[in-house]
């Protein structure tokens, strides 16, 4: 098994496939990952990344990274728990990230329709006088 380490978070995430560039844990961009790693080198291949960047993890080893990563987990709110639910399952997410608007964001854009809406329909009301 290989694992690359986040800078952020100091958290071991397994190596699954050749496009892990999100952090597990906290979300953050892994700055070692294989694309920005092979950037601009053609000689560069997947098997030269697994040994020079990632840590290989025997058996024996398997349970101190367990341990060490319970350790950095992150105590996180649930938009950051659906946030990372949603990458860990592939998906896209929207608006630069952000998979839906929060509660606050919904009231203010509702808050400001209403007041556009008066507006118009006062001036409507005051032409048709």
Same mark, same amino acid.
């Given at each position: 098994?290989?694992?690359?380490?986040?800078?952020?978070?100091? &958290? &071991?995430?397994?190596?699954?496939?050749?496009?892990?560039?999100?952090?597990? +844990?906290?979300? #953050?961009? %892994?700055?070692?990952?294989? &694309?920005?790693?092979?950037?601009?080198?053609?000689?560069?291949? &997947? #098997?030269?990344?697994?040994?020079?960047?990632?840590?290989?993890?025997?058996?024996?080893?398997?349970?101190? %990274?367990?341990?060490?990563?319970?350790?950095?987990?992150?105590?996180?709110?649930?938009?950051?728990?659906?946030?990372?639910? @949603? *990458?860990?399952? #592939?998906?896209?997410?929207?608006?630069?990230?952000?998979?839906? !608007?929060?509660?606050?964001? +919904?009231?203010?854009?509702?808050? !400001?329709? *209403?007041? %556009?809406?008066? %507006?118009?329909?006062? *001036?409507? @009301?005051?032409? +048709?006088?």
């Amino acid at each position: 098994m290989y694992f690359l380490k986040c800078d952020k978070c100091n &958290y &071991y995430n397994e190596l699954k496939a050749k496009d892990l560039f999100l952090c597990w +844990n906290c979300t #953050g961009r %892994i700055k070692d990952n294989f &694309y920005d790693w092979k950037q601009g080198k053609e000689n560069r291949t &997947y #098997g030269k990344f697994l040994k020079t960047k990632c840590i290989s993890v025997d058996q024996e080893r398997m349970k101190e %990274i367990q341990s060490h990563n319970k350790k950095h987990e992150l105590k996180l709110s649930f938009e950051d728990n659906v946030r990372r639910r @949603y *990458i860990e399952e #592939g998906r896209d997410l929207d608006r630069g990230g952000h998979f839906e !608007w929060s509660v606050s964001q +919904n009231l203010k854009f509702l808050k !400001w329709s *209403i007041v %556009i809406f008066g %507006i118009l329909f006062g *001036i409507l @009301y005051l032409t +048709n006088l």
